[in-house]
């Protein structure tokens, strides 16, 4: 087993190794761009390190882990010009720093060439591997597009929130590691187990970016802290205050998130007063770590050594406690 450090440069090196411009560049370059942006390449770092808890070596999976990242960077292009957002990673969204057409063209072959990683592997991995991804693909753009609808809607549940972010972004997590397991062709128990516990920990995660949205430092963050807010995004956090508010908090919530002002700020300052006023962002934190327990139960019962599950523990707190 290698540290998450060492992970993540093995896998930055294959990238760059594999990420080159090709004609025509205008679809190329902005591929090249995103992908080289940084990020915390939590996907597919998970996915080697899940193929060296089943006794394989990471290499065999650099492949699968490209196409996890490859696939999750085309949502995350598309993402943005849906939500007209101008900043990725601290830097120009793909749509600003081109335009819109090179947005959804670039974003659309990101997705077919996510799909070419997986033929490097030999038949019975290729077809587990394309199946799970099919899944998870249409999974996430089903995801996508509740996010989309709650934005009209005012009478979003809990239930229905906590779903919305399940398919959007847990279950890229959960297929991720996987997809490690199915490299390492471990036992149909153990795949599905590791996969149970990337989709606890992926709800975790997309809880806590909902809250770095809102309380995130904007310097550590790399997005537009209070995008969300501005959004009038269904968030846990807002379901939570509506949940808890006071006749006059709730009013006043209900009405904040009714306008699209010119300047944001005092918006975004207000929401957040409610937020920790009625104890929705506590109830948030709270959530983050249950999630993140859930998924500790899952290693209970995954057929690896003890000091294996402990390195999977460590991971989940680290994501439960970061800042970026």
């Not at 809250?211 to 269904?234: H, S």
Request: charged share 25%; hydrophobic share 40%; net charge negative.
């Amino acid at each position: 087993m290698h540290t998450i450090t060492q992970y993540q440069q093995f896998f930055i090196e294959y990238l760059q190794a594999k990420n080159s411009i090709k004609e025509p560049k205008n679809l190329y370059e902005p591929i090249q761009y995103i992908l080289e942006l940084g990020g915390k390449r939590m996907r597919p770092v998970l996915t080697l390190l899940t193929t060296e808890l089943f006794d394989v070596s990471y290499i065999k999976a650099l492949d699968a882990a490209l196409a996890v990242e490859v696939f999750h960077n085309f949502s995350l292009v598309h993402d943005d010009i849906m939500d007209d957002a101008p900043l990725r990673r601290g830097n120009e969204t793909v749509h600003e720093k081109w335009n819109l057409n090179t947005g959804i063209l670039s974003g659309d072959a990101m997705l077919i060439l996510a799909y070419q990683h997986f033929e490097e592997y030999e038949p019975n991995i290729f077809r587990s591997l394309a199946k799970l991804f099919s899944k998870t693909a249409l999974e996430v753009c089903e995801g996508q597009q509740y996010d989309v609808d709650f934005e009209t809607r005012d009478d979003v549940t809990i239930d229905e929130y906590l779903k919305m972010i399940q398919y959007k972004t847990a279950v890229l997590v959960g297929a991720a590691m996987k997809m490690g397991a199915i490299v390492a062709e471990t036992s149909e128990e153990n795949a599905n187990l590791i996969y149970d516990f990337g989709l606890n920990l992926g709800i975790a995660f997309q809880l806590q970016d909902d809250y770095l949205d809102a309380f995130g430092d904007p310097d550590t963050f790399g997005k537009q802290v209070g995008g969300d807010i501005i959004e009038n995004k269904k968030t846990y956090m807002y379901l939570k205050a509506i949940e808890f508010s006071k006749a006059e908090e709730l009013e006043q919530l209900m009405h904040l998130f009714s306008i699209k002002p010119i300047d944001n700020s005092e918006k975004i300052r207000s929401v957040k007063n409610i937020f920790n006023q009625t104890g929705a962002t506590e109830a948030t934190q709270k959530a983050i770590e249950n999630y993140t327990f859930k998924a500790f139960e899952m290693l209970e019962k995954l057929d690896i050594i003890e000091d294996k599950k402990e390195i999977l523990k460590q991971f989940g707190l680290l994501l439960m406690s970061r800042k970026v």
